[in-house]
């Protein structure tokens, strides 16, 4: 069985849950993400921090997950905020558009 190519480390900061990201978010992986997410807000966070220092490719599949994961965060008052989203990420938000879309922090 091969390894998946995300992994996601969890940890709580006051009502933020960080998440640190390594890897690739596609539709192979988006659902880690996803699961992460929820548990987050689950666990009582009403922000949710992506750390993307490790990330190396999302697709529209992952982006759609992000965006999903917004509203929800927004709907319940709080927000998801993308760390350290450069390079080949960042570009995929600036061609959609969606760099106006989410609160990024880098």
Do not use: Y
Request: net charge negative.
């Amino acid at each position: 069985m091969s390894t998946p190519l995300l992994t996601v480390t969890a940890t709580q900061v006051d009502a933020s849950g960080v998440l640190a990201l390594a890897g690739e978010i596609d539709l192979s992986t988006s659902h880690l993400l996803v699961d992460a997410i929820d548990a987050a807000i689950e666990a009582g966070s009403t922000t949710v921090v992506l750390d993307f220092g490790e990330v190396t490719f999302v697709n529209s599949t992952g982006l759609g997950a992000m965006v999903a994961a917004t509203k929800r965060l927004r709907q319940l008052g709080g927000d998801l905020v993308l760390r350290h989203f450069r390079g080949i990420p960042a570009s995929a938000l600036a061609t959609t558009g969606l760099d106006r879309f989410f609160t990024i922090d880098s």
